[in-house]
Structures are given as structure tokens and as C-alpha cells.
């Protein structure tokens, strides 16, 4: 598997190391309420490794024995700075930028996973189960208005909004830094709006990021 590194959107690499994707579950009620999930009173947390990360644009191919890969398109926070026990202040100012990221999730795993009550990071983790895009730099955005969309063979398939958060970007980081640590190229994941499903081969899918940000990749074969 090729190592994984961050870059702007002009190609130019971002010099940080990724640590670590810490992910936001059911971010948003109505992609809660798709699945069938009480919709959380606080940020439910999870972490993808950093082997889990690859570049959006190289083609998406998976085995067989993964059974069904599900697409979750979600907006990605690039990390900064070290962010512990962080104010609202803080915690903006370490938001270095903003991009893409498709939270892939073996799906029927990850069902039998929450009906045992057993961690999700088998159905998560995996290599390849985190493709993200090249960062935009965070002064370009209203941080408490981004949109986002996925599109799937031209059809428009999730449609994001910041504004739809249960927990917004600047105190969903803050938060996140009060039980553990933050650091420089660390990304976190803000959770995804409805309209998950299933990735197909043959599929290409293609990510906008405002009018700041357009990528697109190949799904060659899944199963």
C-alpha cells in the first residue's frame, strides 16, 4: 500500500505528519435516522490509524471477503496545531484547512459489531478505509457555513451542510481535544449527512467542496 501524505490543492504537500482520523459519529439526525440509530446527545467518537488513509483519486478497489463497502462522504478538518483542553478560541485557530473524505465502512460487520456491543474499528479501519482529498486552506471558509456533495454517476447522492450539524466544527474540536490530545496532521471527521449506500463497481464518484475544492475517483471493483 502506498504511504499516505497531505497536500494543498495546487499539489504542494502540507509538511505534517497524520497521526491519527478521529471520526464523529451520527453528526447529523437525518443520516442517524437512515440507519436506524438514536440520534447521540453528545459526539460519539471513534479513530481510523493513520494506515487507514489513502489519496481520494487513486481508484477504489477492495476484496471480496470485505463484503459490502459503504461510501460515507464527510467534511475533513486538518489539524494545525496541539490542541489539549482547548477553548472555542483554540481550538479555530489550530484549524490549518479544510477537504473531503469518504469514511468507508464495512456495513454488515459493522452491524453485527453493534449488536454484540463491540468496538466499530474492524468495520472502519481497515487499509484503504479512508480516502481523503487535498486541503484547502481553512481562511477561505466560514467555518460555521461549509457545504459540501457527492455526486455518484452524475447523480447528486449526499448533500452536506455545517449548519446541520448536531455538533458544530469549533466546539466539536474543542470537545474532542478535552479527551485526548490534538496534534499537527491530525484530521478529524465531522460526521456525514444522509444518503449513505453502497459502493458498486464501475461507479465514479465525485466530491465538491463549496467552490473551493472538485475531486473525483473510480470504484474498479468491490467484492
Request: with cysteine; proline share 8%; glycine share 8%.
Amino acid at each position: 500500500m502506498d504511504s499516505y501524505q497531505h497536500h494543498w490543492k495546487d499539489g504542494t504537500p502540507v509538511h505534517l505528519p497524520l497521526g491519527k482520523i478521529v471520526c464523529v459519529g451520527r453528526n447529523y439526525a437525518e443520516h442517524a435516522k437512515e440507519l436506524n440509530n438514536p440520534v447521540p446527545s453528545e459526539p460519539l467518537l471513534f479513530i481510523k490509524p493513520a494506515t487507514s488513509a489513502t489519496h481520494v483519486t487513486r481508484p477504489l478497489e477492495f476484496p471480496a471477503s470485505h463484503g459490502e463497502v459503504h461510501f460515507e462522504t464527510e467534511l475533513a478538518v486538518l489539524i494545525g496545531k496541539p490542541l489539549t483542553n482547548a477553548s472555542a478560541s483554540e481550538a479555530q485557530a489550530a484549524i490549518l484547512g479544510y477537504g473531503l473524505a469518504l469514511d468507508l465502512t464495512l456495513r454488515d460487520l459493522q452491524n453485527q459489531l453493534k449488536e454484540k456491543g463491540h468496538p466499530w474499528e474492524r468495520a472502519k479501519a481497515f487499509d484503504g478505509a479512508c480516502p481523503l482529498s487535498p486541503f484547502v486552506a481553512a481562511d477561505l471558509f466560514r467555518n460555521d457555513h461549509i457545504t459540501f456533495s457527492l455526486n455518484i454517476d452524475d447523480q447528486r447522492q449526499q448533500s452536506g451542510d455545517s449548519r446541520d450539524m448536531l455538533f458544530p466544527i469549533i466546539p466539536l474540536i474543542a470537545h474532542i481535544s478535552r479527551h485526548f490530545t490534538l496534534l499537527p496532521g491530525d484530521v478529524v471527521l465531522t460526521g456525514t449527512p444522509k444518503g449513505v449506500g453502497p459502493l458498486r463497481s464501475g461507479q465514479t464518484l465525485a466530491l465538491q467542496l463549496e467552490d473551493q475544492l472538485s475531486v473525483s475517483t473510480k470504484v474498479v471493483n468491490v467484492g
